[in-house]
Nanobody, 124 residues
Framework: QVQLVESGGGLVQAGGSLRLSCAAS????????MAWFRQAPGNEREFVAG????????RYTDSVKGRFTISRDNGKNTFYLQMNSLKPEDTAIYYC?????????????????WGQGTQVTVSS
C-alpha cells in the first residue's frame, strides 16, 4: 500500500501561482495513475488533473486547462501541480490520489489512496 502526503498550499492573490507536491511513501505495482482533486465547502469532490507514472499521458478538467500543469518525478515518487493565473473560484482543499486503473478517470470513487489535503485560498 502507498501513503500520500500533500504540501505547498497557502494563501495567494488572484493571478498568482502556487505549486503543490504529493510525495508517496512507496510505489505499488498496481498503482498506475496519480491525480489531483479539490473540494470547496458545500461542494462535491472535483477532479482537477491526472497523470500516468510510466507515460506522458495527462488529463485536465476544462476549468484549469491552460493554467494548471501536472507533472511527476518517478525517481522521487513525487508528483506536482503547478497552478498559475489563480482565480478565487480555485479556492478549495486539494487532495492527491492514486488509482490502479490504466485510464485517467475523473470519478473519485475509482481512487483507492488519498492524501490528507492541503488548503489553497485565492483572494480577490
Amino acid at each position: 500500500q502507498v501513503q500520500l502526503v500533500e504540501s505547498g498550499g497557502g494563501l495567494v492573490q488572484a493571478g498568482g501561482s502556487l505549486r503543490l507536491s504529493c510525495a508517496a511513501s512507496r510505489r505499488t505495482f498496481n498503482t498506475y495513475v496519480m491525480a489531483w482533486f479539490r473540494q470547496a465547502p458545500g461542494n462535491e469532490r472535483e477532479f482537477v488533473a491526472g497523470i500516468t507514472w510510466s507515460s506522458i499521458r495527462t488529463r485536465y478538467t476544462d476549468s484549469v486547462k491552460g493554467r494548471f500543469t501536472i507533472s511527476r518525478d518517478n525517481g522521487k515518487n513525487t508528483f506536482y501541480l503547478q497552478m498559475n493565473s489563480l482565480k478565487p473560484e480555485d479556492t478549495a482543499i486539494y487532495y492527491c490520489a492514486a488509482s490502479s486503473s490504466s485510464a485517467i478517470l475523473t470519478d473519485p470513487r475509482h481512487y483507492g489512496y488519498w492524501g490528507q489535503g492541503t488548503q489553497v485560498t485565492v483572494s480577490s
